[in-house]
């Protein structure tokens, strides 16, 4: 179980990193969809935990939402990508 925790929070952190650092260039709609459903498999998983957790992967899950989108400048976007790769890498510390 931890293991998979782990890895639900490498895999969006992962994705994020790459596009934040125009390593690989990822489409907008799937990494919504990846960083959302994973963001909403950590909050199932930390539901326990601490309310700050949670309160992040709210955070995360509301900006990045690909049914109702916020669209961002692309600065703006390169800055929530960062904040949500510290908020993945938080949850899969606390949850490992």
């Given at each position: 179980m931890?293991?998979?925790?782990?890895?639900?929070?490498?895999?969006?952190?992962?994705?994020?990193?790459?596009?934040?650092?125009?390593?690989?260039r990822v489409d907008v709609g799937i990494l919504r969809w990846i960083v959302s459903g994973c963001a909403a498999l950590l909050f199932a998983a930390a539901r326990r935990y601490t309310p700050l957790l949670l309160l992040i992967l709210c955070g995360i899950l509301f900006l990045f939402n690909p049914l109702f989108p916020i669209h961002f400048t692309y600065v703006n976007f390169k800055v929530l990508e960062i904040v949500a790769i510290i908020g993945f890498a938080a949850a899969g510390l606390l949850l490992f």
């Open positions: 931890n293991l998979l925790v782990a890895v639900v929070a490498i895999v969006p952190a992962a994705l994020l990193f790459l596009d934040a650092a125009n390593l690989v």
